[in-house]
């Protein structure tokens, strides 16, 4: 049975219980935080993602709540080195347990080595994307290889310094050496 699953406002409990799996892609511009560090540029770019859900036994007699989410992008950027345009491919690939209130995901998110959401029926699948896609995105991005050689001289080509001997700081000893 195919479900259809709006991501805006996904039930993360029936989604889980029914082993759903979303395989989407959605333009940058319904991702507004995304599109602000493309600097606005290459709206058309288009990010993929995956979701499924399951139900998994918490090792007693209970089961937990899991997604399992995948996302990716190629983002445009500014090269750290030469300045110029780099698509940088951002993804990421992350497992989330949901529990039943906010006090509960606060105390076991500090306690467990997974991330621990709060079980919704009106999740926003597409926040946490976007959420998942800026925590992805590299501190200082920068081509592999640079398509044109990076200028490492920062001093302007009209300046010209003038040189001058410095005097001798030992100088001014030897004049009081032989005036004794």
């Not at 511009?29 to 602000?36: A, E, M, N, S």
């Not at 959401?117 to 290889?145: T, Y």
Request: charged share 30%; aromatic share 6%; hydrophobic share 40%.
């Amino acid at each position: 049975m195919k479900y259809d699953y709006d991501v805006r406002h996904l039930n993360i409990d029936a989604f889980a219980r029914a082993q759903g799996r979303i395989d989407g892609s959605k333009v940058l511009t319904d991702f507004g935080r995304l599109v602000d560090e493309a600097q606005g540029v290459a709206t058309e770019k288009t990010v993929h993602f995956t979701a499924q859900g399951a139900v998994r036994p918490d090792g007693g007699s209970g089961e937990q709540i899991w997604l399992v989410l995948t996302g990716e992008v190629a983002l445009p950027q500014i090269c750290q080195r030469c300045l110029g345009p780099v698509d940088v491919p951002v993804l990421f690939h992350r497992e989330f347990r949901f529990v039943a209130t906010e006090e509960l995901a606060e105390s076991e998110d500090e306690a467990s080595d997974e991330d621990v959401l709060v079980l919704s029926r009106d999740f926003n699948l597409l926040e946490l994307i976007e959420d998942e896609l800026l925590m992805a995105l590299p501190v200082v991005p920068k081509h592999e290889v640079c398509p044109a050689p990076v200028k490492l001289q920062v001093s302007d080509p009209d300046f010209v310094e003038e040189v001058s001997e410095k005097p001798n700081p030992f100088a001014v000893l030897g004049q009081l050496k032989n005036k004794h």
